[in-house]
């Protein structure tokens, strides 16, 4: 049950990562216009549009699904913890960036903002918390022909 809850974690940040990336990256002028989408627009506020800063960021939320695709694959602890720790390393720069300029937005899309950038460091926390240690390989019979993992 416990890896099942792990790779339904690793999903949503895959599945997040993934939209949000190739939308940035496919069409990025629209990202940058629309985000979030339903009438709020949480990018363009915040300065003149650069398309290879857009597309730079699309990709790089490409990579990142990549990865957490990877980790839910093949649900490998250290994969998980490096995957958990990318989703990290780059959430909270961007979460205090923005917690510093919300004064260019409405209150309601204040909160958006801020949980919406919580989501993924504590997805990705939870996933690491619950990844589960492997038991080590069993080593091949002293007798037997030497095996190397590939």
């Known amino acids: 049950m416990q890896d099942r809850v792990v790779r339904v974690l690793l999903g949503a940040l895959a599945l997040n990562a993934l ?4 939308w940035a990256t496919i069409a990025p002028r629209n990202y940058f216009d629309e985000f979030p ?10 300065g003149p549009y650069n398309q290879h800063l857009m597309r730079d960021y699309g990709a790089l939320n ?15 602890r250290p994969l998980i913890v490096a995957c958990g720790l990318a989703f990290i390393t780059y959430a909270i720069p961007h979460l205090l960036y ?12 204040q909160i958006g903002i801020v949980v919406g950038l919580l989501v993924s460091p504590a997805v990705a926390l939870a996933a690491i918390a619950l990844a589960r240690p492997r038991p080590p390989a069993v080593a091949p019979a002293a007798d037997g022909p030497e095996t190397v993992p590939i």
């Open 19 to 22: 939209l949000l990336g190739f």
């Open 37 to 46: 989408g339903g009438g709020r627009a949480w990018v363009a506020p915040d």
């Open 62 to 76: 490409v990579a990142l699904g990549v990865v957490a695709v990877c980790a839910a694959v093949w649900l490998m």
């Open 98 to 109: 923005h917690l510093f300029h919300l004064d260019l937005y409405s209150t309601g899309d």
